[in-house]
């Protein structure tokens, strides 16, 4: 690796969680590994000596000053020298070696681990903490790409530099032994896997390209999956399966091409070594013989040597093109991180709220989305009363929703401010703002668990008394007696087997259980019948009257808001009107003909 590249993998491998400290370990546990190795090897050279004089010292020490060295410790330590203690020290050092490389590889699998829970923490608490623009713009599918895919793959690419030095410890250990025996033909050795390396490095830089087609294909695969599995019912409905199997049969093919032709380049990196490293070794066994005449035992050690290279030179190989291979993966999480960092969710209020004693007050506030010339909202000026209910309504398209979001900021008005007892909503703390609100949208979001799970996902640490006290209130209590285990019912994945009325009715249950001071409602009737929204209008009017809560009501069917306080009409972004129901039917305007309309139905 170049010093530039060293530097950029120090700072990834940094930045991903993968401390100098670490990568010490592995290093020094690595060298340990090989210099156990070197002198369990090197140890053969005196082993076929040995059995070369047929065990004859004195011969051996006339003849090698390797035996001087030898025959002096051994006496050192008062041992006599024979073939099964050479064989035992031999076997001692590998076993260390093998000892060695269990631990590094144990280590290593647990770093791994590490690093992966940790960038994929990352990349989940970052969508978490981003702002709404960015969940807005990102697909579901391409973050579960990222997170199961796409973090395992940038984990291995970052890691294989570490298995990289490894093997070149290894391969340096075992380069010193062969100089030993014979510098001339580990010299040419040398020279001629550099040159034969370039015919490799060809698909190594392939591998570069083939693994970014592949981070495409695997995201692209995702998101259509997310999308599709969401719509089972629409797919079957609108008789486009043939269309859907068709497209995801081109998503996974195309998967398949790229991973596979990956894997092509792996393999013809792999075996184009081989060939190379056992020519080399005919090679030596001839020159060695015929020139170089060198002894029996120094010409088997050296082949025993090369031949246990050709492993070590593919690990290099492939480490290095793993590298490569995984890089489109690495750049795939920086760049996923960092945008999440760039779209951080700010929050520069010091203040804490508890309650709404006057009310929530807009102030000429004007909304306009990213890359949109036109409003959504324009100079809007709204009062919520606190302990009142205020209905919301309008056309679609008219900025309700919009408004909803910038009144718990989710959204930063582009003109004026919005003030909770006369205070800027950005002075108090989007924790503090966000807890006095319980918030149900239009279509329920309920995770598969059981009913009380869920009820309890408004209030972690409510008691079955209150999740009991919710459970009426919302008047979900009557269907959930009835169901085969009650609060312990599983609901399964988005609560499918329930009406869409009992969906509703459970996640206001989920609401309340907070006992928030706030309550927003987003078409809370909309997917009741008639005799359930007149239940539901009594629920509400029995919360408002109870627990002294400010109630926001979104909706288009007016006449589940006859008895709110307030209720603002919006069109095309600007207020058009305002007060009880009968004030406004008196004005005319938009409120009269919707209520005309839906009242002749």
Wanted: glycine content about 6%.
């Amino acid at each position: 690796m170049t010093k530039l590249k060293k530097i950029n993998w120090l700072r990834r491998a940094h930045s991903m969680g993968l401390s100098y400290y670490t990568i010490t370990i592995i290093v020094v546990v690595s060298l340990a590994a090989t210099i156990t190795e070197i002198f369990g090897i090197g140890i053969f050279l005196p082993i076929f000596q040995f059995i070369r004089f047929d065990g004859d010292v004195s011969a051996l020490a006339l003849d090698s000053n390797l035996w001087q060295y030898i025959i002096t410790w051994f006496s050192f330590l008062n041992i006599e020298p024979s073939l099964i203690i050479l064989l035992l020290i031999s076997f001692g050092f590998f076993l260390s070696r093998q000892v060695f490389t269990y631990l590094r590889l144990i280590y290593n699998t647990a770093v791994r681990q590490y690093i992966t829970q940790i960038q994929r923490n990352r990349v989940f608490n970052g969508y978490l903490d981003a702002d709404t623009a960015y969940h807005d713009n990102i697909p579901v599918g391409n973050l579960v790409s990222v997170i199961t895919t796409e973090v395992n793959n940038a984990v291995m690419g970052i890691m294989a530099p570490i298995e990289l030095i490894a093997y070149l410890i290894m391969l340096s250990g075992y380069l010193f032994i062969l100089s030993l025996l014979s510098w001339q033909m580990t010299l040419l050795s040398v020279v001629v896997v550099l040159i034969a390396s370039r015919v490799p490095n060809i698909w190594i830089k392939k591998s570069v390209h083939t693994g970014r087609k592949l981070v495409v294909a695997n995201t692209s695969m995702s998101e259509f999956l997310v999308g599709r599995l969401r719509s089972p019912r629409l797919v079957r409905l609108a008789g486009t399966e043939a269309a859907e199997k068709n497209e995801f049969y081109q998503l996974t093919q195309a998967q398949r091409k790229h991973t596979v032709f990956s894997s092509i380049l792996q393999a013809r990196t792999e075996v184009s070594m081989e060939p190379i490293v056992i020519g080399l070794s005919f090679i030596f066994l001839y020159f060695s013989y015929t020139m170089l005449q060198l002894q029996i035992e120094v010409i088997g050690l050296y082949l025993v040597v090369a031949l246990r290279l050709l492993p070590i030179v593919k690990g290099v190989i492939s480490q290095w093109q793993t590298v490569q291979r995984f890089l489109g993966s690495i750049e795939a999480i920086e760049s996923r991180l960092n945008v999440m960092q760039d779209c951080i969710e700010k929050d520069t209020g010091v203040k804490s709220l508890g309650k709404i004693n006057q009310s929530i007050l807009m102030r000429g506030v004007s909304y306009h989305y990213p890359d949109c010339g036109d409003y959504a909202l324009h100079n809007v000026k709204i009062e919520f009363e606190a302990n009142k209910i205020t209905a919301l309504v309008g056309p679609s398209g008219s900025g309700k929703s919009t408004l909803i979001d910038l009144l718990l900021r989710l959204r930063i008005p582009t003109k004026g401010f919005i003030q909770v007892d006369n205070v800027d909503i950005q002075k108090y703390t989007l924790k503090s703002l966000r807890r006095i609100v319980s918030y149900v949208p239009q279509s329920p979001q309920i995770f598969d668990g059981t009913v009380k799970d869920h009820i309890l996902y408004g209030k972690m640490n409510a008691t079955d008394e209150d999740v009991l006290e919710a459970a009426k209130m919302a008047g979900a209590e009557d269907f959930i007696s009835k169901l085969p285990q009650g609060f312990d019912s599983i609901l399964g994945e988005d609560a499918v087997k329930l009406s869409g009325g009992q969906r509703q009715r459970l996640d206001l249950a989920r609401a309340l259980v907070k006992k928030s001071p706030v309550l927003i409602l987003d078409e809370p009737t909309s997917n009741l019948d008639v005799e359930s929204e007149e239940a539901f209008k009594r629920v509400l009017d029995k919360i408002n009257k109870q627990t002294n809560t400010t109630i926001i009501i979104v909706t288009h069917r007016l006449a589940s808001i006859t008895n709110a306080d307030k209720i603002i009409v919006l069109n095309r972004g600007e207020i058009d009107g305002s007060g009880t129901h009968l004030k406004l039917l008196s004005q005319g305007g938009w409120y009269v003909k919707a209520w005309n309309t839906q009242s002749s139905k």
